[in-house]
């Protein structure tokens, strides 16, 4: 259900108001459309290439292995991330990289063999960025076989980020105990 504010806008009535720095108002994550439906504007929304590269965390000069490249990954997302590290993704490393890309679909095989592998060229504190499908495009893979396999390979999975239209990232490191 929907309320008028005293400004003469609306809200849906479960999300209370949220003040900004600057005394304004904004509703959350919610946003009002014509025609009376709401959707969601952070969680749900589908990001651009740009914004799915910031979200991966990496900096200008660090090594970027890449592996499971295919025809089918986001190159608009691939090309921002070269733009943000400042360099070419290296196919095979010769020393420990900073962070691994590593594309996965479901029928890659097992997800522990695919994170296994991609550690064999990680830095000590380096991290994986497990890239696959979103839910209902081909490929896609359920959160608990990408969690049996991140615990098989003796790693952690720590978050997920909506990175593209197609393609989601899953952060996944070594316990804080193996890091060292």
Known sequence: MLVATPDGTRRPTHRPPLTSAGGGVRWGPFIWQAGGRVRHSWKDRTVSAAEGAELLGLEPGMVVEEVGWDEDVDASLREHIMDIIDADMV?????????????????????????????????????????????????????????????????????TANVSAEWQAHKVVRPKSSRR
């Open 91 to 159: 196919e095979e490393a010769l020393e420990g990289v900073d962070v691994v890309l590593l594309w996965w679909r479901d029928d890659d095989g097992e997800v522990a063999d695919g994170l296994v592998e991609a550690m064999t060229d990680l830095a000590p504190q380096g991290y994986i960025w497990l890239m696959t499908p979103k839910v209902g495009r081909d490929g896609f893979i359920e959160a608990s076989d990408l969690d049996e396999g991140a615990v098989t390979a003796g790693l952690a999975l720590t978050g």
